[in-house]
């Protein structure tokens, strides 16, 4: 079996052209060099080298024995630097799956954070809803996911909560109810809702309070997106209730934001998959999902 030392001396030695110059560019000695050299030709079992007056003369065969051991050194080089790669997190895909209105706000500046950091690793985000989310997540199909929790377990998902957030109501600008810092529910019973699809988390949860202080909401329009629904409310179309992130969203000479009253609150929340541990690559975008959430938090929009 020849070493990788032999086969580096015998490459230095060829490239070179003598043993002085080939321990120099590896930093070892002559006799070294030498020694090197005579092993790996007793392993070649042909003759690499004709000895005249103290000076070696490659033969054709080792000539021809070079460039295969070029080959294979390169080989191992880029070998190295791919594990290397790996292990810094430098190379590999992620899939990442993600509600809505998280791929609208923090996640693009985490992505950005993560790639001026990791140029060379792919990332592919997918907008999905907490159900298609736990799908993803049980059938192991993403390495990360990001969502709420509002009642919902992961289904073969570990859980880590990164914030807590607290619904807000959005009205436009002028709107009857704009002096008001905290708006009880009750007082949105005569309004147009703008709102998210039926099956979101939060439209449920929504939902619920509504029906238990017995108000029945005019639902004017449902979007499946909050970046829709603050649009709709910027124009004037209606009010809405959103996840605090949409602040990211909202322009402040349009929409007035405000509390609930009651509050209504959530986690967001990281899901990993079971038995998938997350690769260098996938821990870094966790960590630049932690520093956006960091900065959401001294904003005072999540706590």
């Known amino acids: 079996m020849f070493k990788p030392q032999e086969l580096k001396a015998f490459d230095a030695y060829m490239r070179l052209g003598g043993v002085k110059l080939a321990a120099e560019q590896l930093g070892t000695s002559q006799p070294m060099i030498s020694r090197l050299l005579s092993s790996l030709e007793d392993k070649a079992g042909f003759e690499l080298f004709q000895r005249k007056r103290n000076r070696l003369a490659p033969t054709p065969e080792a000539f021809r024995f070079h ?17 290397s790669a790996i292990a810094s997190g430098q190379v590999g895909h992620l899939v990442i799956a993600a509600q809505p209105i998280f ?53 073969g998902g570990d859980t880590l909560s ?34 998210l699809s039926q099956g979101s988390p ?20 449902e979007l499946r997106t909050i970046h829709g629904i603050v649009r709709l409310v910027e124009r004037g179309e209606g009010v809405a209730i959103v996840d605090p992130v949409a602040h990211q969203l909202v322009d402040f000479d349009k929409i007035s934001i405000h509390r609930l009253m009651p509050a209504i609150t959530w986690d967001i929340a990281q899901f990993v998959p079971h038995d998938r541990p997350l690769s260098t690559a996938g821990q870094a975008f966790a960590e630049a999902v932690s520093d956006e959430i960091e900065n959401l938090k001294r904003a005072g929009i999540v706590s």
């Open 67 to 83: 460039q295969t051991v070029a080959r294979h050194l390169a080989g191992m080089r880029t070998l190295e630097q791919e594990a």
């Open 103 to 155: 791929c609208d706000t923090f996640l693009l500046d985490a992505l950005a954070r993560f790639r001026k950091d990791h140029p060379h690793a792919t990332v592919q985000i997918v907008d999905v809803g907490m159900a298609e989310m736990l799908r993803l997540i049980s059938e192991q199909r993403c390495d990360l996911a990001f969502g709420i929790t509002l009642n919902a377990e992961a289904f």
């Open 202 to 221: 939060l439209r449920r949860r929504i939902d619920h309070m509504m029906e238990t202080i017995h108000v029945h909401r005019t639902i004017a329009a």
């Open 162 to 195: 990164l914030a807590r957030c607290e619904a807000q109501c959005i009205l436009p600008k002028g709107h009857s109810l704009g002096d008001m810092k905290d708006i009880p529910l009750p007082r949105l019973r005569k309004e147009m809702f703008i709102d």
